[in-house]
């Protein structure tokens, strides 16, 4: 009922102020909630035509471009934005992952080192370097920056996945385990938990 309320309003206020960036943002927003995407996304280019200036609709563009696999669009959209406004963090770890879908891992990792170094408390920073360093074979940092993400942010669980998969290719089961135990006592009915497990034993060849 509160989502339709603000659906009406948002619709009026567009129809009565249609040249409006903040309305129509406001209608992007509730697109990206109930996954319209195309339709988000439609919504903030008009945003970003009104107001080339607006950080968080020309961020939210970005962010749905790279949803969409269009990652060459993020680079040309925020590359001058981070040189700008360097420590826009959300902008930074968005510009990292489009360089990655690009292929342009060193760019992306130098990105997100000099992230870590403004903001070395963030999880998702560490995340991210440590997915980019697997794409470039560098076990053991991807490893330590996983081990760090996971340290910052117990209780998400992306990173103790990438951890177990690390353990399952180097063929370390014991690690694994004792990391599906983690997830497991975090969240007792943890649906991936028990999943991990699973493919640790199906590796191991105990099923």
Same mark, same amino acid.
């Given at each position: 009922?509160?989502?339709?309320?603000?659906?009406?309003?948002?619709?009026?206020?567009?129809?009565?102020?249609?040249?409006?960036?903040?309305?129509?943002?406001? =209608?992007?927003?509730?697109?990206? #909630?109930? $996954?319209?995407?195309?339709? /988000?996304?439609? %919504?903030?280019?008009?945003?970003?035509? *009104?107001?080339?200036?607006?950080?968080?609709?020309?961020l939210l563009q970005a962010e749905l471009h790279l949803k969409n696999g269009?990652?060459?669009?993020?680079?040309?959209?925020?590359?001058?934005?981070v040189k700008q406004s360097p420590g826009l963090l959300r902008a930074e770890?968005?510009?990292?992952?489009?360089?990655?879908?690009?292929?342009?891992?060193?760019?992306?990792?130098?990105?997100?080192?000099?992230?870590?170094?403004?903001?070395?408390?963030?999880?998702?920073?560490?995340?991210? =370097?440590?997915?980019?360093?697997? #794409?470039? $074979?560098?076990?053991?940092? /991807?490893?330590? %920056?996983?081990?760090?993400?996971?340290? *910052?942010?117990?209780?998400?669980?992306?990173?103790?996945?990438?951890?177990?998969?690390?353990?399952?290719?180097?063929?370390?089961?014991?690690?694994?385990?004792?990391?599906?135990?983690?997830?497991?006592?975090?969240?007792?009915?943890?649906?991936?938990?028990?999943?991990?497990?699973?493919?640790?034993?199906?590796?191991?060849?105990?099923?």
């Amino acid at each position: 009922m509160k989502r339709r309320r603000r659906w009406s309003r948002s619709r009026i206020w567009d129809r009565t102020y249609p040249n409006s960036p903040l309305v129509k943002y406001s =209608l992007a927003r509730l697109y990206v #909630q109930t $996954n319209n995407l195309n339709q /988000a996304l439609a %919504a903030v280019d008009q945003v970003v035509k *009104l107001s080339p200036y607006f950080v968080d609709a020309v961020l939210l563009q970005a962010e749905l471009h790279l949803k969409n696999g269009d990652a060459q669009s993020v680079v040309d959209s925020l590359s001058g934005l981070v040189k700008q406004s360097p420590g826009l963090l959300r902008a930074e770890l968005t510009l990292a992952e489009a360089y990655r879908a690009l292929g342009r891992l060193d760019e992306a990792t130098a990105l997100v080192r000099e992230q870590i170094k403004r903001s070395p408390q963030n999880a998702a920073s560490y995340f991210l =370097l440590g997915v980019i360093l697997q #794409q470039q $074979n560098k076990v053991t940092e /991807a490893r330590e %920056a996983l081990e760090k993400a996971a340290q *910052l942010a117990p209780d998400n669980l992306s990173s103790l996945q990438q951890l177990i998969d690390l353990d399952i290719a180097s063929k370390n089961y014991a690690a694994g385990h004792r990391r599906v135990d983690e997830v497991l006592q975090k969240q007792s009915n943890s649906a991936l938990g028990y999943y991990l497990r699973g493919k640790t034993l199906l590796c191991r060849g105990k099923v």
